[in-house]
């Protein structure tokens, strides 16, 4: 039997400055990547707080990927370095309970890298789609 | 068996109150067994004589008791720290939660604390009383007719069989000597686990946590859990909840505990103790810490005074989030 | 009076099962016991007490009790309960089966809790008699039998033999279902190991415990004690206490937005909590000390004050066996003098 292809969920939380601008580049340039990627800016990528995460995952989410601006380009100077250890931690806590680690990723993207932005979108739904539905951290409750 | 007696902790509370050094004694008050000892405040010499107790069941640590009970004290509070309590002593000191000057504090050191359901699982129901001698239990029950004895090492609470330090990193006055940090097997579970699969990994957490009864027991009873109003009992951050619907909530709870607690969690292992379904929650808090010694480098939280915390740091230099997986799976 | 060989215990669990769900306390990875199915394999655990009380069979920590959608000014409404097939509890100690009497006084008087009821009437309750209390236990205090478990059928456990005796309708039906797996027996066994327990129960560390100085009207008498105050101070709040009892039946109604909507569900809550009964006044219990009072003046005052003298506790030792700083309902009623002197 063939079954209906699984189009993965993913939220990526982008940061203002970098990211966010990084995906319109994309956008403008015309640089495909799927729709299943929903996008939410946020002031700074060391605003994901880890709650946000799990919260993306008990809402749907397949994947989340975090997009901040390059270490040391932080326009809050510092926020991306907290980010960086914070998702370290986070990413290696939900690999330790036994959730696939590759649906967890961080990105550094620039306002510049539009076919950055692309391209790892495109990568990160494949990756994604090959692990099927996120069944490890759903909550049936939102389905 | 503490090498420290009960006696030489009474009289040493007993002058310090008569000398007006302190005006009451934060410690270990007898139950109605020999094992169910509560903490509690001793206002006077009569009350010390009478309930303080200090024996192979003093498991509670009195740190974060400070928080509530140093403020309001007319003079100060004399408190008795072990080892692992001093840690979170220092801890507490670093994130300001009370003031050090209302407290004098008497380092005791302690020879690993009892785990009284090792006991019952060893010498079953209907204990009635439970000797210590020479660091063997006697321990008399209902349904033997002579007492069972039972090494105290056998039945040591995970955290002392897994004792990270006998040193006491605070007081402002000793007890006996003074300990070493100890070269302790306390992350060898933690290995076990992650040399597991993921869907073994899974399995397991989804065990044990799916036990969960979300009293919060863990939460109250830890030193590092010190918010007014956590974010899990408050109505307006959307995820609060008074039980797990599901095995998503029971999950978020414990992940989100363990992360706001990482870096500053000293591995005291009162959540183990006081969790009433077994859930081992000192593997998730000792993952963070070994986490951390990994990859920003050996730290003890409440070491010293004033230490920042990994988490609230940064350098310039840090490992990548996907670098972490990549070095463990090259290193294996 | 019937009875089954131990060994062939299994194939009673088998014949029970072969109709209706059966529950009874299985061992778990960590030690403890709780209740869990029974299929082929599952063992019967030795233990006293399971961690959990069973009152989760009628009395569940969440239950989801309606969902509905809002377009507009529309509202949908579905109810989403599952009907409810018959079931069996096994291995019920007579501390819990007293707990069901206290859960119905607050869930089956007027208004009749429907979805509490529901699961009542569906299940038959086997209870097993204690032949070895432990040393928390006080059921006696409240007068209690553990030599002599109430429930539909009430159940002997020997070092070789199960004894059933039935004791409702309910129980007596079941029973005859299991007259091919058990056989007709004097209850010479069953009054010996009675006698036993009797005497085991006096010897108990907690036997002594009395309820003399609490009941209805103690109000004025209590609330004010200074003892509070110490018995209070080294509380931490959790719910512990309240999420193992048998007895403790207060939740919370919540509602969960899907985000398709809006799932209404009840959850166990706990007087200990700083939340608890939180309205838009704020909070009526502010400090540790008031929720503390408040569990204990509940089970032994208010308790018996609305339903005839019954208290609200049953005397199972699980708080005494799980508070994490070890303070207890018996160490609070011993505080205010509750306990018969020596004779």
Not at chain 1, 99 to 103: M, P, T, V
Not at chain 2, 123 to 128: L, P, T, V
């Given at each position: 039997m063939q079954m209906k292809e699984h189009k993965p969920l993913i939220v990526a939380f982008c940061c203002n400055w970098c990211s966010y601008a990084g995906a319109d580049l994309a956008g403008n340039n015309r640089l495909n990547y799927p729709a299943e990627v929903k996008v939410i800016r946020v002031p700074c990528s060391c605003r994901v707080n880890p709650m946000f995460v799990l919260r993306a995952f008990q809402r749907g989410a397949d994947g989340v990927i975090i997009c901040g601006c390059h270490p040391g380009d932080c326009h809050y100077v510092s926020g991306n370095y907290y980010t960086r250890r914070r998702m370290a931690m986070l990413f290696s806590m939900l690999d330790y309970l036994g959730?696939?680690?590759?649906?967890t990723r961080i990105e550094w993207v620039s306002a510049a890298e539009g076919a950055k932005f692309a391209a790892t979108m495109n990568d990160f739904v494949e990756t994604v789609a090959k692990l099927g539905e996120n069944k490890r951290l759903e909550d049936l409750r939102c389905k | 068996m503490q090498v420290i007696t009960r006696e030489q902790l009474i009289e040493k509370a007993v002058s310090l109150l008569a000398a007006n050094t302190v005006s009451c004694v934060l410690g270990w008050s007898r139950g109605e067994f020999d094992y169910d000892v509560s903490p509690a405040v001793f206002r006077s010499e009569e009350e010390v004589r009478r309930n303080f107790v200090w024996n192979d069941f003093c498991g509670a640590n009195m740190s974060k008791y400070l928080i509530s009970k140093a403020s309001g004290v007319d003079g100060k509070i004399l408190v008795f720290l072990k080892p692992c309590d001093t840690y979170s002593f220092n801890q507490l000191l670093t994130e300001h939660k009370f003031d050090r000057e209302k407290v004098y504090v008497v380092a005791v050191p302690c020879d690993g604390m009892a785990d009284f359901r090792l006991i019952k699982k060893v010498?079953?129901?209907?204990?009635?009383s439970i000797d210590s001698e020479d660091a063997i239990l006697k321990v008399k029950t209902l349904y033997s007719d002579s007492p069972i004895s039972v090494p105290l090492t056998d039945v040591l609470a995970e955290r002392c069989k897994n004792c990270k330090s006998k040193k006491h990193v605070a007081y402002d006055e000793l007890l006996g000597e003074d300990g070493n940090v100890l070269e302790s097997g306390r992350f060898d579970e933690v290995k076990k686990l992650e040399a597991m699969t993921a869907e073994e990994r899974f399995e397991f957490w989804q065990n044990e946590l799916s036990r969960c009864i979300r009293c919060n027991a863990c939460r109250d009873v830890c030193p590092a859990c010190t918010c007014e109003k956590c974010v899990f009992n408050n109505p307006s951050s959307g995820v609060e909840n008074k039980a797990a619907a599901n095995s998503f909530e029971e999950k978020l709870f414990h992940i989100i505990r363990a992360f706001h607690v990482a870096g500053r969690c000293t591995d005291c292992g009162e959540c183990s103790r006081v969790c009433p379904q077994n859930i081992p929650l000192h593997l998730l808090n000792r993952k963070f810490i070994k986490d951390i010694n990994e990859f920003y480098g050996e730290y003890q939280a409440g070491e010293e005074i004033g230490l920042r915390a990994p988490l609230t740091d940064y350098t310039t230099e840090d490992i990548e989030p996907c670098e972490i997986f990549h070095r463990r799976d090259t290193d294996a | 009076m019937r009875k089954c060989s131990l060994s062939e215990i299994n194939s009673v669990f088998a014949e029970i099962s072969k109709s209706m769900t059966l529950y009874l306390p299985v061992d778990g990875s960590d030690g403890s016991s709780a209740f869990s199915q029974w299929t082929e394999g599952v063992k019967w655990s030795e233990s006293l007490n399971t961690t959990k009380s069973p009152k989760d069979f009628f009395f569940p920590q969440t239950e989801d009790l309606m969902a509905f959608k809002t377009s507009g000014k529309n509202i949908e409404l579905t109810d989403i309960r599952k009907e409810s097939e018959d079931f069996v509890v096994f291995g019920v100690r007579a501390c819990d089966v007293r707990s069901f009497d206290i859960l119905d006084r607050v869930f089956l008087s007027e208004p009749c809790d429907s979805y509490y009821a529901t699961r009542r009437e569906h299940s038959v309750i086997i209870s097993v008699a204690c032949s070895h209390p432990s040393e928390t236990c006080f059921c006696t205090s409240f007068g209690i039998s553990p030599e002599n478990p109430d429930g539909d059928i009430s159940a002997w456990k020997t070092d070789t033999e199960v004894y059933f005796s039935p004791n409702t309708e309910k129980g007596a039906l079941l029973m005859d279902k299991l007259s091919s797996v058990t056989e007709e027996c004097s209850d010479e066994a069953v009054v010996k190991q009675k006698e036993e327990i009797s005497k085991i129960c006096s010897r108990l560390p907690n036997s002594k415990v009395d309820t003399n100085t609490f009941g209805g009207g103690k109000t004025a008498e209590l609330f004010d004690s200074p003892l509070w105050d110490k018995l209070s101070e080294a509380c931490l709040g959790c719910g512990t206490c309240t999420f193992v009892c048998p007895t403790c039946q207060c939740y919370d109604i919540k509602d969960f937005n899907t985000g398709n909507g809006v799932i209404r569900y009840r959850c166990w809550d706990s007087c200990m909590y700083s939340e608890f009964t939180k309205m838009a006044h704020g909070n009526n219990r502010l400090t540790q000390k008031e929720r503390f009072r408040q569990r204990f003046m509940h089970k032994l005052v208010y308790f018996p004050e609305n339903n005839d003298g019954i208290f609200g506790c049953v005397g199972c030792g699980r708080c005494l066996a799980k508070c994490p700083i070890s303070m207890n309902i018996v160490k609070v009623m011993k505080k205010f003098g509750g306990e018969k002197s020596e004779k």
């Open positions: 959730i696939e680690k590759e649906r | 010498c079953g129901e209907g204990i009635i | -």
